[in-house]
């Protein structure tokens, strides 16, 4: 969705922006409203339904690059969602809001996010994702969606806000701004990334490599951005986090096996992408997260480190490209 014109190129940005700011904000009320009236913890909210439909940009984008054989592109993507959701969105959320946890309802979902960091790496050393390691993560991504779905039947109606309206005009109403915002966001993302690829390679002349491991992998990466920071304004701060780990553990366990099952079984692996993003996605995760599990609350030194860690990344990729 790019126009030959760099007038419109520029204004078609903006109505990216325009497009996943309110639909952010409408897809959070509705999620919130979701929340409080099936009962179901924010967090799980935020780990599921949230999060899957704020990585359909990154799904859609790494998806069509693999078709298109752009494999780098493909990979950047995906693996650069991860490490800006938790070192720049996360910290983000921590910084602004460093809430106190539930312990028992945080540790499966961050076990399961680090773990599979540390699992696609192992599966990635020969330099390919083959069709059985497609299979092993794709059994993960099953395994998280049953853990959450077991875990929400459980606390379903338990916490149910009987003070919220739930009359047929509400009902569609919430049901209506989920799926416009939705919508807002995920069209929202598709024309920011797509013209600001090419305000930087073809107006600005930036490096493609490097727009798809920071502007492309960002730009996807909007709508939990949009949401966290909604989220926050709202005091909704399981939401965001929820929406993170959740869209993290998609991003690694989902799109990857995809995309190798999209290019005939075996997806090509990059040495920089073994031995340089993958460690540094599992080192802002186990910052943001392992002293939070410990301490049970999240302090601002963790987000205050974990923007720093992306930060320096984003500039080695910059200055090493």
């Known amino acids: 969705m790019t126009a030959d014109s760099p007038v419109l190129v520029f204004l078609l940005f903006g109505l990216g922006l325009l497009c996943i700011i309110k639909g952010g904000d409408w897809f959070v009320d509705a999620a919130s409203w979701i929340a409080e009236v099936s009962g179901i913890p924010q967090f799980i909210i935020g780990a599921t339904i ?39 969105i996360l910290g983000i959320s921590i910084v602004a809001m460093p809430a106190v946890i539930d312990r028992k309802k945080y540790l499966p979902k961050s076990l399961i996010f680090i773990g599979s960091i540390i699992l696609l790496w192992a599966l ?17 991504f099953i395994f998280f969606i049953f853990e959450n779905v077991s875990e929400a039947k459980k606390e379903l109606g338990t916490a149910a806000n009987t003070e919220v309206k739930k009359d047929k005009k509400t009902v569609i109403k919430n049901i209506a701004l989920f799926i416009i915002g939705a919508a807002g966001i995920v069209l929202g993302s598709r024309l ?21 491991l920071t502007m492309v992998a960002i730009g996807t990466s909007l709508p939990e951005l949009v949401t966290t920071i909604t989220a926050i304004a709202k005091k909704q701060s399981a939401l965001s986090v929820g929406n993170i780990i959740g869209a993290n553990i998609i991003d ?59 930060a320096g990344y984003v500039v080695y990729l910059c200055v090493a490209v």
Do not use: H
């Open 192 to 212: 920011l990334v797509d013209n600001g690829t090419v305000i930087a390679t073809d107006i600005l002349g930036i490096p493609e490599r490097v727009v798809s």
């Open 124 to 140: 990635s050393l020969s330099g390919e994702l083959t069709m059985i390691g497609a299979f092993i993560m794709a059994a993960v």
């Open 50 to 88: 949230v999060s899957l439909a704020t990585t359909l940009p990154e799904v859609l984008v790494s998806v069509m690059a693999a078709a298109s054989g752009s494999v780098e592109m493909a990979t950047g993507n995906a693996i650069g969602s991860v490490t800006a959701n938790t070192g720049m």
């Open 252 to 310: 690694m366990i989902l799109i990857l096996p995809i995309c190798s099952f999209v290019m005939g079984g075996s997806l090509p692996v990059a040495w920089s992408t073994i031995w340089i993003d993958l460690p540094v996605s599992l080192v802002v995760s186990v910052i943001c997260l392992v002293p939070a599990l410990i301490a049970g609350k999240f302090r601002r030194w963790q987000g205050i480190a974990a923007l720093t860690v992306y």
